[in-house]
């Protein structure tokens, strides 16, 4: 399993940096405009040259409206900006075939400037809320599209977690359909360490964390500490190896 870790600008970024040995992916967002907000293209590039040059670097595009072309743009802006995963939250997206059609137009887009650039379709797991298109969707509409990833975070960042709104065996479905269309399978929001167990009995292939190694546990008030990214890795280690040799988790 990849750790995905979301710093919110320069500075956090070099906390990455410092601990870059224990994380796989550096995660670029701006939270303040939402779940998978996006920052600003100056800040992917510099945030490219921060961290090692073997660390990729995620771009968030925004919890994006029904708007395939404005996207899509978007989406060629942060991989010309220097990353490799480009997230799209289908925040705007009702049904199905409206994720399909963004999607299809960010895959062209990154694609055709990008090649080995890796495409996520994101959804969310609460998406009941927000009234978007149905999480167990999201798989199909990322194989459809001929995006790389699908993945859920959480929309609604006030103290529920992932699997408040998505139990463990509904995740493990949402896994096993991904893995099933040749899918990488992400997942995120508000992921703690007492998550780890499930998380890795499912098969997920990346998780992404924020809050979790933010001074507090606060991911807007809090910093990431470079010796929290260290833990969190040390217990994804431990299930890892729990679950590879058969042995029942602790947690």
């Given at each position: ?20 040995e ?25 945030i490219r040259?921060?961290?090692?040059a073997?660390?990729p ?22 991989v ?11 925040y ?29 379709a994101?959804?969310?797991a ?18 459809r599209?001929?995006?790389?990833a ?51 009995r499912?098969?997920?292939d ?35 190896r ?10």
């Open positions: 399993m990849l750790l995905l870790v979301s710093p919110d600008g320069i500075e956090e970024a070099r906390d990455c940096a410092k601990a870059a224990h994380l796989d992916i550096v995660d670029v967002k701006k939270p303040d405009e939402g779940s998978l907000g996006a920052n600003f293209p100056w800040v992917i590039r510099e040259d921060t961290v090692p073997d660390k670097v995620s771009a968030t595009v925004g919890d994006v409206p029904y708007k395939p072309g404005t996207v899509a743009q978007a989406a060629l802006g942060a010309v900006s220097g990353a490799t995963y480009i997230k799209v939250g289908l705007g997206c009702t049904t199905p075939d409206q994720g399909i059609e963004v999607m299809r137009a960010v895959v062209r887009a990154v694609k055709d400037h990008r090649p080995d650039a890796l495409v996520v994101s959804g969310y609460d998406a009941h809320r927000i009234g978007c298109v149905n999480p167990l969707a999201v798989p199909d509409i990322a194989a599209s001929g995006a790389d699908a993945m859920l975070d959480t929309a609604v960042k006030d103290g529920t977690r992932l699997f408040d709104h998505v139990p463990p065996d509904v995740c493990a479905k949402f896994v096993g359909t991904a893995h099933a269309a040749g899918l990488l399978a992400a997942l995120a929001g508000s992921v703690t360490q007492a998550d780890l167990g499930p998380l890795t499912i098969g997920t990346i998780v992404g964390v924020r809050g979790a190694v933010c001074e507090g546990g606060n991911r807007t008030a809090g910093r990431i500490q470079p010796q929290l990214v260290a833990a969190f890795r040390a217990e994804m280690d431990r299930h890892a729990e679950q590879a040799v058969g042995a029942p988790s602790a947690r």
